[in-house]
């Protein structure tokens, strides 16, 4: 185990109660990383005093502790939320690459106190509390949400919370068609614009849109897909969105591209859309927004807007494995209170099984798992590329919230804790018949 940097400041006699705390965080650092290795980073504490490898030795990273009150918040209770809120609220920094610590984040969450003995515990009790502190709250965005959980209400201002953050501040991350889920990488080394447009051309293939068929985009974000649709296919296609911001810019987007007669975005719920039938649907990325509850209703009214013989594919994040109980999730998913509140991972399983109840027949499943990891890995470089013009448009906070969450999310898909998955459906007649082709090799041209 590496021991205290011998080059660490002098701690002078004016900072005698900080000394103590210093002492006190190298011993339980120590202690607790006793196991793990390699030590390939490096723990700086706010008196300059370093844990880890030599200044010369390789590192992927240094931690920066910039209080005590980091230390108790990181380690007494290591949930997802609480070491996610320390990094926003700045109690600790990260230099070198964001992508190397989240292994070390796992290792902290499955501390056992009570196997590390309460003589690693009882001093770290002594360490100021964030609101001791004044851990610089102000500025949070946390959400204020009232009324019933995904009513169209509560769901319009969740929506907004997360997507109405600023257009500027997405354009300067996302590709140049601002489309915000996986983008299709055939290879792996496809840039991010490129690997985007041929995803929205493989949704498009997968529908197997036609000259003059109607397309409705349920969640159409900034209009990149039922514009493409409609400049590529001839299709008549319709967006819906929540985002007040999304509406703006992908109407205005549409008419500089000259769509308005093939191309309309409202901004409306998808339970509000009634009176109105599509040969095909599609929704890219929203279905984390509809919550478990609301599955059968969200299906049913796919299908009930569908012409007998139309196709249905939902794109979206699942969880893997079993599912947090919401109360406990509340409790410790950094995601759910600073990115996507209310928002819900659904089992893959689950879907499918609602999708049947609804009568969609499954043709096919499709996982994009790596796919997603790489497109997160593009948009936090860009984000960082473009750190100063992003703080332009948004307060600190909220860059430090996306680039942790991003690269998080990342992290997810990559180890498999979560993934993603393309459901294409189809709406048989009375009779179970449809005219879809039994090869999927014009999915590939």
């Known amino acids: 185990m590496s021991e205290i940097n011998s080059n660490a400041p002098v701690t002078t006699p004016t900072m005698l109660h900080n000394d103590l705390a210093v002492e006190t965080t190298v011993h339980i ?15 700086r504490l706010w008196d300059g ?10 590192q992927k990273f240094t931690l920066v502790l910039h209080s005590p009150t980091a230390v108790r918040k990181l380690l007494l209770l290591p949930t997802e939320l609480n070491m996610g809120e320390a990094y926003i609220y700045k109690m600790f920094d990260i230099e070198g690459d964001i992508f190397n610590v989240f292994p070390l984040a796992d290792y902290v969450g499955q501390i056992n106190w009570l196997k590390k003995g309460r003589g690693l515990l009882k001093p770290l009790l002594t360490f100021p509390t964030a609101e001791e502190h004044n851990d610089g709250r102000q500025g949070s965005r946390l959400p204020l949400l009232h009324g019933l959980r995904h009513s169209l209400k509560r769901d319009r201002a969740a929506i907004q919370y997360h997507y109405d953050v600023s257009n500027d501040f997405y354009a300067l991350w996302l590709d140049k068609h601002m489309v915000y889920s996986a983008a299709y990488f055939p290879t792996g080394q496809e840039d991010l614009d490129t690997a985007q447009e041929l995803k929205l051309d493989y949704i498009c293939r997968k529908l197997r849109l036609q000259p003059g068929e109607r397309l409705l985009d349920i969640g159409c974000g900034w209009g990149a897909l039922i514009m493409w649709a409609a400049e590529h296919y001839g299709v008549h296609a319709t967006g819906i969105t929540l985002s007040k911001n999304q509406y703006q810019l992908a109407k205005d987007r549409i008419a500089a591209a000259g769509l308005e007669d093939r191309c309309e975005v409202r901004l409306q719920d998808y339970r509000q859309v009634r009176g109105e039938s599509y040969d095909k649907l599609v929704s890219i990325g929203m279905f984390e927004h509809v919550g478990a509850g609301k599955l059968a209703t969200y299906f049913r009214q796919a299908y009930a807007l569908l012409e007998p013989g139309g196709v249905f594919l939902n794109h979206g994040i699942a969880s893997i494995g079993k ?9 410790t998913s950094f995601s759910t209170n600073y990115v996507f509140p209310d928002g819900e991972l659904v089992n893959i399983n689950k879907t499918l099984s609602v999708m049947e109840k609804t009568r969609f027949e499954i043709r096919d499943v499709e996982s994009l798992r790596e796919h997603y990891a790489l497109t ?5 470089r860009r984000m960082e590329a473009h750190e100063d013009e992003i703080l332009q ?4 906070m909220t860059y430090r919230i996306w680039h942790l969450f991003m690269a998080g999310a990342s992290y997810g898909f990559a180890s498999n804790r979560q993934s993603v998955y393309q ?18 090799a014009d999915w590939y041209r």
């Open 393 to 396: 448009y948004v307060p600190e």
């Open 376 to 380: 997160l890995r593009h948009w936090v």
């Open 423 to 440: 459901v294409l459906a189809v709406k048989d007649d009375e009779q179970g018949h449809n005219n879809l082709p039994w090869s999927r």
């Open 49 to 58: 005093t370093t844990i880890g490898p030599a200044p010369d030795a390789e």
């Open 29 to 43: 650092f120590q202690a607790i990383f006793a196991e793990y290795g390699p030590w390939d980073f490096q723990i």
């Open 323 to 331: 599912s947090m109980p919401r109360a406990i999730e509340q409790k």
